[in-house]
């Protein structure tokens, strides 16, 4: 079951990569974004409600898994998603992924994130299928 099919759609989003001036908390994983780190910044409007998310550059890299295999997922409830994926799915890079993410992606570069679910099974199986 994937968070972003109850998820009420936002009437107005607008997504913007940008270099932190001053320090963050992530939003997905609770980390510091710490100033000159990249990191995606995300204002919407849902339900009438204006939201601001911030996204550290390695929960946006996990983010892209949700975007092939799920279609998106829940601003601030990334990690329930993948908790409940690993559940499902029981793919090891997807345990990994959230053992690293729970730990603040600590002693990690974004690049081993970016690995990690590049070699995925079902982000692989789902790319090829769409390429067929
Ligand atoms: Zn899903
Ligand atoms: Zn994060």
Partial sequence: MCM???ADMAQ???????????????DECGREIGPGE???RVRGLWDGH????KTCAHC?????????VCGGTLHGGMGA????????YGQPNLGRLLV????????RDVEQV???VRSNRLYRDVRAARAA
Avoid: P
């Fill in 60 to 68: 946006d890299a996990l983010w892209h898994w949700f975007d092939v």
């Fill in 81 to 88: 998603d993948l908790q409940d994926h690993w559940g499902e």
């Fill in 12 to 26: 107005v989003y607008d997504s913007q990569h940008l270099t932190a001036r001053k320090a963050h908390t992530c």
């Fill in 4 to 6: 972003i099919d109850d």
């Fill in 100 to 107: 690293m993410m729970n730990d603040k992606w600590r002693g």
């Fill in 38 to 40: 990249r990191y995606n």
């Fill in 50 to 53: 204006w939201s601001v998310f």
């Fill in 114 to 116: 970016r690995d990690l």
